[in-house]
């Protein structure tokens, strides 16, 4: 089935996910890029970030149209801020209208976990079908002692 894996990333923790989800597969990789990208310093990175996610910013973004009638799975992912997704996947969620897709909801944390993230997500997203939720614990870092494992479940979600 077709699958476009649709995600932020500010720092490359998402990035990576979405790339090994895409080493093996013949799915469509969409980075969301912000018109005005956040600082990744540390200080300003957590204020100017989580001003955005308080005020539920959507920020213009500068992808082409994606044209979702091409795919049966759509993957999501995010990293979580404030506990919940970031607003360039707000625009995303806004800009487009999802329904009748096959979805799995992905995101990459410091600790708090997705949890929370995920459930206010499956409301948003409302009319279609969520067909697995993974986590991972900064990857980058290798904090994540699972990540393959649960890339490797993801392939054959995309597989089934
Ligand atoms: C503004 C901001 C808010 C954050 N809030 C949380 C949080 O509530 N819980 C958490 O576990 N991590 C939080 N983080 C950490 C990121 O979720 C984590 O570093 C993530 O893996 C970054 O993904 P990226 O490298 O793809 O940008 C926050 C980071 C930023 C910049």
């Keep these: 089935m077709n699958t476009a894996v649709i995600y932020y990333s500010l720092e490359g923790n998402m990035d ?19 018109q005005k990208e956040y600082p990744t310093g540390k ?19 500068t992808n082409p149209t994606i044209d979702l009638d091409h795919y049966e799975i759509l993957v999501i992912g995010t990293p979580i801020w ?7 996947l707000n625009t995303f969620l806004h800009d487009y209208s999802i ?11 410091l600790g708090g976990g ?3 993230c995920f459930e206010k997500m499956k409301i948003s997203l409302n009319g279609n079908t969520i067909i697995g939720t ?22 054959t979600l ?3």
Excluded: C
């Design 16 to 34: 990576l996910v979405a790339r090994k989800i895409g080493e093996n597969e013949a799915v469509d990789l969409f980075r969301l890029i912000p």
């Design 43 to 61: 200080i300003s990175k957590y204020f100017w970030g989580g001003k955005s996610v308080t005020f539920g910013e959507r920020p213009k973004l």
């Design 82 to 88: 404030a506990g919940t997704w970031t607003p360039p």
């Design 99 to 109: 329904t009748g897709k096959k979805i799995i909801l992905t995101a990459t944390h």
């Design 114 to 116: 997705a949890d929370k």
């Design 134 to 155: 993974f986590q991972f614990k900064e990857p980058l870092q290798q904090m994540d002692e699972h990540i393959d494992e649960k890339i490797e479940t993801i392939r």
């Design 158 to 160: 995309i597989e089934a």
